[in-house]
């Protein structure tokens, strides 16, 4: 069965700091585009990061500068760091591979960020 796993959210101060992760499994990772998405409660999920197989990256307007999306293939892991966080950042962040023809989600993972 094909998996992603996230892990590394949690409760974090306004400013501070977090790395997320997720490893895949059952999938050819080097091939799949890559990407992080929120959501808030009662919000839409919205793409946060993304990275292509061929490591391309983009990243919503509201986290540029502060975000950093990176994949280690050899791991079949994607990472995003998040720096300077903000309460607005506070959300669901899920994990995305897809290719042509395939797409798959993450469980998701909690982060609070406090004012």
């Known amino acids: 069965q094909v998996q992603l796993v996230e892990s590394g959210g949690g409760l974090v101060q306004a400013g501070g700091s977090l790395r997320l992760s997720c490893t895949a499994s059952r999938i050819i990772f080097s091939i799949n585009n890559m990407g992080w998405y929120r959501q808030a409660p009662g919000k839409q999920r919205e793409l946060v990061a993304a990275?292509?197989?061929?490591?391309?990256?983009n990243y919503a307007d509201s986290v540029k500068g502060r975000f950093t999306i990176s994949r280690d293939n050899a791991k079949n892991t994607v990472y995003l760091q998040m720096n300077s966080l903000k309460p607005e950042d506070t959300a669901v962040y899920y994990c995305n591979a897809n290719r042509v023809n395939s797409e798959v989600w993450g469980q998701g993972t909690l982060v609070t960020v406090s004012s």
């Open positions: 990275i292509t197989s061929g490591g391309s990256t």
